[in-house]
T-cell receptor
Framework: NAGVMQNPRHLVRRRGQEARLRCSPM?????VYWYRQLPEEGLKFMVY????????ESGMPKERFSAEFPKEGPSILRIQQVVRGDSAAYFC?????????????FGPGTRLTVL | GENVEQHPSTLSVQEGDSAVIKCTYS??????FPWYKQELGKRPQLIID?????GEKKDQRIAVTLNKTAKHFSLHITETQPEDSAVYFC??????????????FGQGTILTVHP
């Protein structure tokens, strides 16, 4: 059973470009979460999605950031017009469709560098 | 929202000694408390978790204790080994409402085990 997969693993963008980060949850998992980890800091929640639904986006910056989890295909975290402060590791996690209090398993992360 | 405090920020021990990391949280409705280990450049890896209906859980050299009344929980590692060296994060799952599904992480503890 493959774990959570993320691609690309490393992404370099220039200021003003767009970054698209992809996450494929573990097989059988229908809940996806995105977290951001700034250098030498802890993980901060960004958004929680189920198929075709955003459940909680309280950690998402109001502008430039968006997320989706379509019926088919991976979850996408999209950052428009990137700035240097967006440089961070972005981790995706997934959990099974059992509802409340389920364990979240993390992917290997995408390390975004904005030049 | 949930507030999670983790101490100490760094911990240095000799091989074979025990290590204890403590976390406090603010939301009394929270009921799931995982611990993650993160090696440099790697994903957070779940090492142990505990739910609010249990006071203590043990898995070989690792144990977690939970005091719901005082709203704190601790990670105990016995007989430490150099390969235990990593950053350890506690986390708290939102207890419901708008916090449902959201993990709030502590600031992390850098554990160094000296041979």
């Amino acid at each position: 059973n493959a774990g959570v997969m993320q691609n690309p693993r490393h992404l370099v963008r220039r200021r003003g470009q767009e970054a698209r980060l992809r996450c494929s949850p573990m097989k059988g998992h229908s809940h996806v979460y995105w977290y951001r980890q700034l250098p030498e800091e802890g993980l901060k929640f960004m958004v929680y999605l189920q198929k075709e639904n955003i459940i909680d986006e309280s950690g998402m910056p109001k502008e430039r950031f968006s997320a989706e989890f379509p019926k088919e295909g991976p979850s996408i975290l999209r950052i428009q017009q990137v700035v240097r402060g967006d440089s961070a590791a972005y981790f995706c996690a997934s959990s099974p469709p059992m509802g409340f209090g389920d364990t979240q398993y993390f992917g290997p992360g995408t390390r975004l560098t904005v030049l | 929202g949930e507030n999670v405090e983790q101490h100490p920020s760094t911990l240095s021990v000799q091989e074979g000694d025990s290590a204890v990391i403590k976390c406090t949280y603010s939301d009394s409705a929270s009921n799931y408390f995982p611990w993650y280990k993160q090696e440099l450049g790697k994903r957070p890896q779940l090492i142990i978790d505990i739910r609010s209906n249990v006071g203590e859980k043990k898995d070989q050299r690792i144990a977690v204790t939970l005091n719901k009344t005082a709203k704190h929980f601790s990670l105990h590692i016995t007989e430490t080994q150099p390969e235990d060296s990593a950053v350890y994060f506690c986390a708290v799952l939102g207890g419901g409402g708008t916090s449902y599904g959201k993990l709030t992480f502590g600031q992390g503890t850098i554990l160094t085990v000296h041979p």
